[in-house]
Nanobody, 122 residues
């Protein structure tokens, strides 16, 4: 099983980034997918999730309206489009997978990616 993130980097406040996650080694269509993040000295926190069917999407309150999660079943990819970025969005972002339904609780996640750094700063 592999989840490989890409797309992180340094961006100024108000800018945009698109994170990608390539999934392999499991039946992608059977898993809820999502993104978590972890800032220095803080717990890993839920950011966004998309159901295995794609029909249910849920966001952390502070990113709703700025971030958009999506998935491509043909490519086994998950994306996180991040707009209007703020310094408080700075963190390592992790792709996550859980069988059937994704959880917002990190200890309930089945598979993790290695993370990609997002830094929002002038």
């Amino acid at each position: 099983v592999q989840l490989v993130e890409s797309g992180g980097g340094l961006v100024q406040p108000g800018g945009s980034l698109r994170l990608s996650c390539q999934a392999s080694g499991f039946t992608f269509d059977d898993y809820g997918m999502g993104w978590f993040r972890q800032a220095p000295g803080k717990e890993r926190e839920f950011v966004a999730q998309i159901a295995k069917s794609g029909g249910y999407i849920f966001y952390k309150d502070s990113v709703r309206g700025r971030f958009t999660i999506s998935r491509d079943y043909a490519k086994n990819m998950v994306y996180l489009q991040m707009n209007s970025l703020k310094p408080e969005d700075t963190a390592v972002y992790y792709c996550a997978a859980r069988y059937s339904i994704l959880s917002t609780i990190s200890r309930e996640i089945d598979f993790w990616g290695q993370g990609t750094q997002v830094t929002v700063s002038f």
